[in-house]
């Protein structure tokens, strides 16, 4: 019913900056809140910062100042700037969106593949 499509991650040296995507596609009424989360390796996913369809964000305590979200809700599209990137950053890094599909009465929750963020130091 819905699709998210992450793309930008990679590798990079530590003080570097990437630029995460993620496009939601399909029978799509309407999108709420999209956001970020983060797994690293032995770790519990955390949230990394989500934005609601009004533009209101929030951003966990350890990317604020350093990390952007943005949204293109014409384009279904969720973007996360990193800037001055950190080893501890290391994560696969999900997409997640809160959406109504077509022809269903509530809102579900929607995962994106994933994918790899490297920091090395």
């Known amino acids: 019913q819905v699709q998210l499509v992450e793309s930008g991650g990679g590798s990079v040296q530590a003080g570097g900056s990437l630029r995460l995507s993620c496009a939601a596609s399909g029978s799509i009424f309407s999108i709420n809140t999209m956001g970020w989360y983060r797994q690293a390796p032995g770790k519990q996913r955390e949230l990394v910062a989500q934005?609601?369809?009004?533009?209101?964000?929030n951003y966990a305590d350890s990317v604020k100042g350093r990390f952007t979200i943005s949204r293109d809700n014409a384009k279904n599209t969720v973007y996360l700037q990193m800037n001055s990137l950190k080893p501890e950053d290391t994560a696969v890094y999900y997409c997640r969106c809160t959406a109504q599909p077509m022809g269903v009465i509530s809102s579900r929750i929607y995962w994106g593949q994933g994918t790899q963020v490297t920091v090395s130091s």
């Open positions: 934005i609601t369809s009004g533009g209101t964000s």
